[in-house]
Nanobody
Framework: QVQLVESGGGLVRAGGSLRLSCAAS????????MGWYRQAPGKQRELVAT???????NYADSVKGRFTISRDNANNTVDLQTNSLKPEDTAVYYC???????WGQGTQVTVSS
């Protein structure tokens, strides 16, 4: 069974950075469109960024210029570099295989002011 596992979350002060990583078992992520989403307490899950198999990226307006989605094909991961973090970025971050509609379990990101 294909599984996605996120890592890299944590507690960081405003202005700091975290690098989130999404790893897959039994699946080569390079062939799929992958996405990062987030869900803050009491809010709906929202799209953060996507990357196609060809490397085309798309970002939510709220993270443009601060977050970067990328692939590490050697390690079979899709990463999300988050910079200049703000308290409003606090959420559980999920990766998703868009083609298979498969979600990971999420990783918590908490940004203190």
């Amino acid at each position: 069974q294909v599984q996605l596992v996120e890592s890299g979350g944590g507690l960081v002060r405003a202005g700091g950075s975290l690098r989130l990583s999404c790893a897959a078992s039994r699946s080569n992520l390079r062939f799929y469109t992958m996405g990062w989403y987030r869900q803050a307490p009491g809010k709906q899950r929202e799209l953060v960024a996507t990357i196609t198999s060809g490397g085309r990226t798309n970002y939510a307006d709220s993270v443009k210029g601060r977050f970067t989605i990328s692939r590490d094909n050697a390690n079979n991961t899709v990463d999300l570099q988050t910079n200049s973090l703000k308290p409003e970025d606090t959420a559980v971050y999920y990766c998703k295989n868009e083609d298979l509609r498969l979600w990971g379990q999420g990783t918590q990101v908490t940004v203190s002011s």
